[in-house]
């Protein structure tokens, strides 16, 4: 199961770091991902971390102010983002997959519900 938290309402230009909870044992084991999904658009890819975290890849649109990390000892996993801008509104979920580092949608089996993030202009 994966819960997110951490979204919210921000100021563009501020910072907001969402996070996303990972029950079970197998968390060390799984790439893990941050998508995101704006109304009326489909679901992107924002970020990706393999399972030591120590691979990650970016989205053209993030890379320079987002960073994704994880901390397999606590089952967590981070979205640290920058300098934010009112087109990064959207709904983030945090994705697993156990089939190595991916970038589709379709190849993430496990999903959380969701966080809402909103930049005001």
């Known amino acids: 199961q994966l819960v997110e938290s951490g979204g919210g309402l921000v100021q563009a230009g501020g910072p907001l770091t969402p996070s996303c909870a990972s029950s079970g044992g197998f968390f060390s084991r799984f790439s893990m991902a941050w998508f995101r999904q704006a109304p009326g658009k489909e679901r992107e890819l924002v970020a990706v971390?393999?399972?030591?975290?120590?691979?990650?890849y970016y989205a053209n649109s993030v890379k320079g102010r987002f960073t994704i990390s994880r901390d397999n000892a606590k089952n967590m996993l981070y979205l640290q983002m920058n300098s934010l801008k009112p087109e990064d509104t959207a709904i983030y979920y945090c994705a697993a997959t156990n089939y190595g580092t991916r970038f589709k949608v379709d190849d993430y089996a496990y999903w959380g519900q969701g966080t809402q993030v909103t930049v005001s202009s």
């Open positions: 971390a393999s399972s030591s975290g120590v691979a990650t």
